[in-house]
């Protein structure tokens, strides 16, 4: 393939930088740790200090962070909010990631 083709199929600089800032935002392993529960069920504040075993004030302050990058949102359930996935794509991500690494190496 051409030099030319290549540079051609290269995303744009503000779409590698918002990549890179998903991947690094999902790489911390507490929000990830909060996204894995997400998975599984829409859940509260609460709920998740639970399955996480961190306190309200950390799970609230990394939810804020996953919000902003728009990889989870939430709705109102009377005086909750109930957090969930944003879309299908970060359990996507999440599944090819897992896939990976299980995947067995071969040499060479």
Known sequence: MSVDKIKNKII???EQ???TLLFRTMG???????IVALFESELS???LTKVTGMN????SHQLRVLKEQDIVR????GKKR???LADH???TLYEFALMHVREEKHEG
């Open 12 to 14: 744009t600089l503000d």
């Open 17 to 19: 930088e918002k990549i």
């Open 28 to 34: 911390d392993s507490t929000r990830f740790t909060i």
């Open 45 to 47: 504040v609460t709920e």
């Open 56 to 59: 309200q004030s950390a799970v």
């Open 74 to 77: 939430f709705k109102r359930q």
């Open 82 to 84: 109930i957090y969930y």
């Open 89 to 91: 794509h970060i359990k």
